[in-house]
């Protein structure tokens, strides 16, 4: 707990961005100066803490940055942080600017670096930002709302032109080790199969079993939402091409599912997280997280949200399953039936 009234805080964000850090930038900024406390931006994530890149903050300064996607305090990677000798500049800098209070914007890897600051004695409130929604003390991050429905979309396009062309298609989304966008895709663009770091056990054949039962059965079109973790997509496209005959292409969404304008959810959720992180540091808590359970935004000890792990959801995985089945039996063979059709008329 701090002992005592902060008067200067810093923001940063790090790892990968998210679309809906700046609202969260902008709520720190604006409730820090509302509350009348200095706001310091530091820049490039830990990495701008280490090398003293900070910059004063004013209200104007977050002007007209809601809507954008990225991260205007620029984000990093910073291996020096997890030497004693980064963490000791980092606070260090923290000392020479006044900063007694810190909201880092980030995933776990970044909570792990606040904890160390934090045992110097800065105050740390973390806020979950990452496309991939894999942070387990919440079942909302900032980004993932953004990036999913720009992955849906993508999908949606794609899917006309497979159709077209009666392709099969693989589409690979973001997610190295969490499957939560795939998922989400599997469900809300109606895939035929969803392979999940977290279910698919390398069964190609299976796929391949399913893609042939499709046609068989007159799906003309088959899309396979392949998570980054499983990856491989364009060599898994030849290999499907070459046991199913049908023409199979590939596409990567790749980073541009980590940009774009954020949806209402997510500026309005980082809005809400951002002020709250100032409440918290105002109310004297450090070494918390803030995130989003059964409709509450509430805060967590540090380190017990980095000991919390969550799966995706079983029953959204069946969900995805059983509604891309096609329920159909030899009989409605829809090839077949269009082809005694034919015969007959012809006959
Ligand atoms: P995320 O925060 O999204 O999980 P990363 O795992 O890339 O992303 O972590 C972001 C940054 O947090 C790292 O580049 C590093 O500066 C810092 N960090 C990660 N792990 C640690 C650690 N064990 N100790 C100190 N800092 C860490
Ligand atoms: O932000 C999370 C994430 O998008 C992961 O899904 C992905 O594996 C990773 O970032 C890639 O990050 P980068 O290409 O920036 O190293």
């Not at 509302?34 to 310091?40: A, D, F, I, P, S």
């Not at 069964?203 to 998570?227: F, T």
């Amino acid at each position: 707990m701090a002992e005592k009234k902060i008067r200067t805080i810093g923001v940063l964000t790090s790892g990968g961005d998210a679309p809906g850090m700046n609202a969260a930038v902008r709520a720190v900024v604006r409730r820090g100066l509302g509350q009348g406390l200095k706001v310091k931006g530091i820049l490039q994530g830990y990495d701008g803490l280490i090398n003293d890149n900070i910059r004063d903050m004013k209200a104007r300064d977050v002007s007209d940055i809601i809507s954008r996607g990225g991260t205007v305090l620029y984000t990093a990677r910073c291996p020096e942080m997890k030497t004693d000798e980064g963490i000791e500049r980092a606070v260090e800098t923290c000392r020479k600017h006044g900063i007694e209070g810190l909201v880092v914007i980030g995933g776990d890897g970044s909570y792990m670096g606040a904890a160390k600051l934090a045992n110097h004695g800065i105050n740390v409130i973390g806020l979950p930002g990452t496309i991939d929604l894999d942070i387990g003390c919440t079942e909302y991050t900032i980004g993932f709302d953004t990036a999913v429905n720009t992955a849906m979309q993508a999908i949606d396009k794609v899917r006309d032109t497979s159709a077209s062309h009666e392709r099969v298609s693989i589409v690979e989304v973001m997610g190295r080790n969490a499957g939560y966008i795939g998922l989400w895709c599997g469900i809300a663009n109606g895939a035929e199969d969803i392979l999940l770091p977290e279910k698919f056990n390398y069964d190609e054949q299976a796929v391949i079993d399913n893609i042939i039962e499709n046609r068989r059965y007159g799906k003309r079109h088959h899309i396979i939402v392949n998570a980054e973790g499983i990856g491989h997509s364009a060599s898994m496209a030849r290999r499907i091409e070459a046991a199913t005959g049908l023409e199979t292409r590939a596409t990567i969404l790749g980073h541009m599912q980590r940009g774009g304008s954020p949806t209402a959810r997510d500026r309005v959720y980082a809005s809400t997280m951002g002020c709250m992180a100032v409440d918290l540091l105002l109310a004297g808590k450090t070494r918390r997280v803030v995130g989003y359970n059964n409709g509450q935004f509430r805060d967590y000890d540090i380190s017990e949200a980095l000991a919390m792990s969550k799966g995706i959801s079983e029953y959204q995985y069946e969900v995805a399953v059983a509604l891309s089945h096609n329920y159909m039996k030899p009989s409605e063979n829809l090839y077949e039936t269009q082809e005694a059709t034919e015969g007959q008329a012809e006959a």
